[in-house]
């Protein structure tokens, strides 16, 4: 008897400390990342391919203005997401969200990555941090 006690305070506690966003207990964040394409008008799609460990995202083709967005809940210390962007002959290969990022301001107080491909390279928050390969 006293396990089905225990078991149900455990449920309740659980329900209790998920957060709204889907994310389990306090400590674990929700995280937007939202990829824009602001290449100049008439110019290749861009194309986009993002993953972490676990999770394939796909291929993606951005038009112009066009954006793909994902979000997820960060285990500290481990949850990586890249994108491998594509516009015509130029690749670059960006980290997206790092956990062991020091700085996670990287990301504005809002918890929202917003990256920008642009003629000369990829933008973070309006502050460009990739050069075109």
């Known amino acids: 008897m006293m396990i089905k ?5 455990l ?3 659980a329900c209790l400390f998920q957060q709204g966003n889907g994310c389990f207990l306090f400590f674990y964040n929700h995280i ?14 861009l ?11 796909g291929n993606h083709t951005l038009t112009i203005n066009q954006t793909f967005s994902f979000d997820f ?15 015509g002959s130029k690749h670059a290969h960006v980290d997206v969200y790092d956990a062991k990022w020091k700085d996670h301001k ?7 990555c917003d990256w920008e491909a642009k003629s000369d390279g990829i933008y973070l928050s309006g502050t460009k941090r990739f050069d075109w390969q």
């Open 5 to 9: 006690y225990v078991l149900q305070t």
């Open 11 to 13: 449920v309740i506690c």
């Open 32 to 45: 937007k990342v939202v990829v824009a394409n602001s290449l100049p008008p008439n110019s290749d799609p």
């Open 47 to 57: 194309l986009l391919y993002c993953a972490s460990k676990d999770d394939d995202l």
């Open 73 to 87: 809940c960060v285990i500290p210390w481990t949850t990586l997401f890249y994108c491998d962007f594509r516009w």
């Open 106 to 112: 990287h990301c504005g107080g809002d918890h929202e």
